[in-house]
């Protein structure tokens, strides 16, 4: 055993072996056994009121570059997204979704605070067009951003706890949502239509699992009922933003997706804000694009300098959010689609000179504001520095 590893909790250790013998077992049967023992284990996990083994646990694996980190992220969703338990003698699944709505403004984001009406129209959009008919749910009476959310594995399972037993009417009182400081000056962000779906042990969950023969929608079709049923139930609470509504799914999956699908609306916004505020079109604005990060790269950092300067103004984060964008020596389609993904936006957006630095910087800040540093074009990172004359806050529209 490690230094590293006896450092750590012994409920972490247990986590961290019995997540390395089910990535190295080789049959069916086997990894059937050790899926189960682990999964006992962060049943017991979740419920420790101190700590977070499982984080410490997945902490490690990472440093090791251990393919037991995979296995264990995906046990530790499943464990605490979903339980199974037992209401007037019957037995019961229950499983945490959300809904991702993605807006971008130049505006002033909404907060996202729904009213009766559109709670219960969205609570039957949600019955009639995605859950099965064995299905009853909660749902979270308001629209949740990402700072709202479950941090911990831990709190997640109590969320689900809390909630399975308020749709079957053995709680009164719904889970408390903590209340949001997301930054007033974001452009672009993510809500989430949270739910917690229950269903007599070993029914369907969503309307696709039916068999094709009973006319069971296909998940894009559900998908697309959706999307237009939601659009007009909320679209006032978004005006003057686009918006962009995902289909509900599993928590983990659906806020993977709106990672992923954010990062384009979030420079779009950018670019948009900085042309309107600055009153400079794309073709007065040059960007460079650097990739930064340790030995992996966590992001890359876009820096806007105008045609007449190479001072930075602006800047925009692109979180890396997969191995192929992390890795610093990719191969053919790794890291290039990064590259030319990022160089696609900026040219659409009216940026026609895009540089890319070579290497990985470190993600440095500023002491004393701690704000990123962006790369200018002769590839220095410095502080961006609007001109004077720019009120640096969106509109306030809402």
Known sequence: MSARTSSLSRTS???ISLAESLAACGSRLEASWWQHTLGQALVKALAARHGHPIEAALDYLLDQQSPAYEILVEQAE????????????QAYDAQLISAPILAWTRYQLPAGQLDP????????LLAETVLSPDAIHYLVPDL???DQLPQSFRDARQWVNAMAQHALGA??????IRPGDTPQDLLADAYFLMALVVVPKGRALFQ????PADGAPSRDAVATRWSEGCAQIVTPLFTGCLTEYLPPEAFYHSTRAADQAIRPLTLKAAITWLQTAAHLPGQELRAAIVACGDQAIEEYRIGFCTRQSNDVIYGCIWPALTPEESDPDPA???QADTW???AALLREAGIQEVRRLPGIQAQEFCEDCGTPFFPNMLGDMQHPELPEEIDPDPVQFH
Do not use: K
């Open 171 to 176: 709680r009164r009182d719904a889970p408390d």
């Open 144 to 146: 949740v951003r990402f």
């Open 13 to 15: 250790q247990n986590l």
């Open 340 to 342: 030319d993904t990022l």
């Open 78 to 89: 499943a464990y605490s997204s979903a339980i199974h338990l037992d209401h007037q003698n």
């Open 208 to 211: 696709w699992q039916a068999p």
């Open 117 to 124: 009406q559109q709670r219960q129209q969205l609570s039957a």
């Open 332 to 334: 053919e389609d790794g």
